[in-house]
């Protein structure tokens, strides 16, 4: 009797527990057989269960994972730098600048400057960028960036960027194109205008004298104006002599050449010096959005008026 109680006492707590169902038939070794099935079953499917459970928080831990590193993987300057500010240069359609096919191209767009730079030659074909009076306010301000504390640097994401030392011994220097007083607003801008990618040869008088005294008239035209948009890049000859320490192969320009389209105003001018000393004020340098499509066969937004030239507007 004690036997057949424990029994049935073990039958309602497995009924209970859900390991038997509610009606059990045979004798003392059926129910302990179907006891045994039922709890091996349930043993089972617990234990699969648990596994799915613990790949399932794997698999979300190893996808977190992947995605820390790839933030922690990208540099300070350079990749993010572009990454975060592709959108605003291309967002800005005055900046477009349409290179012929023949030539080769690789756009590249920087915090402040957007460089479409030849691979082949290893020197910009253009570079573009906006100005602002607030800009020049803040390039001008006590506390500015200072030059002295940037060097100039490959640009590691662009394979045929040159070194800063092949220019060395060559007799040019490493001509900004867009210029550094422009960029001293940021210290981001300041160390992407200092990228080999923004450089030409240039002779080194024209450099520290003519040429950057028009870059100080268009840096107070943009304060003056508000707004300006600019573009400089190289006039190249059928063949241009190459430089380069151990490599000839970095292309010097015959001239340059320099847009200024003020969008507030509606006016439009530009330059083209010969790569050589330029005496003279910049009127005798003065021409035509028009001639330097003509001489270089790029191709400026069509919303800049081609045919102004006219230096008294500006001066």
Sequence with gaps: MKQFLKIWVLVAAMV????????VTGGDNDITSQWCVQAKNKHKKDKKDRKEKRKAKKK?????????????SVPAIGNTAQATTVQQQSANAL?????PKRVSNQVLNYQAIRVNFNPTLRIPNCVAYELTATMVDMADAPDHESRKSYNYA????????????????????RGHMAPAMDMRWSKTSMAQCFYM??????????????WRNLEE??????????RLMIYTGPIMGKKPKMIGKDKQNIA???????????????????????????????SKYAVTVAEVERRTGLTFSSAIPKRQCNINDWL
């Design 16 to 23: 209970m527990g859900g390991a038997l169902p509610p009606q």
């Design 60 to 72: 979300t831990v190893k996808k977190k994972k992947t995605f820390t590193s790839q933030l922690a």
């Design 95 to 99: 900046l477009a600048v349409s290179i």
């Design 154 to 173: 490959k640009d590691t994401d662009v394979k045929s960027c040159p070194e800063n030392w092949e220019y060395r011994g060559s007799g040019y220097s």
């Design 197 to 210: 990618t923004n450089m030409c040869p240039q002779d080194i008088k024209l450099n520290n004298d003519h």
């Design 217 to 226: 008239k268009v840096h107070r035209w943009a304060k003056r104006d508000k």
């Design 252 to 282: 010097v320009p015959d001239a340059f050449f320099k847009v200024v389209y003020a969008p507030d105003k509606g006016r439009a001018i530009a330059f083209i010096y010969p790569n050589t000393p330029c005496p003279g004020s910049i």
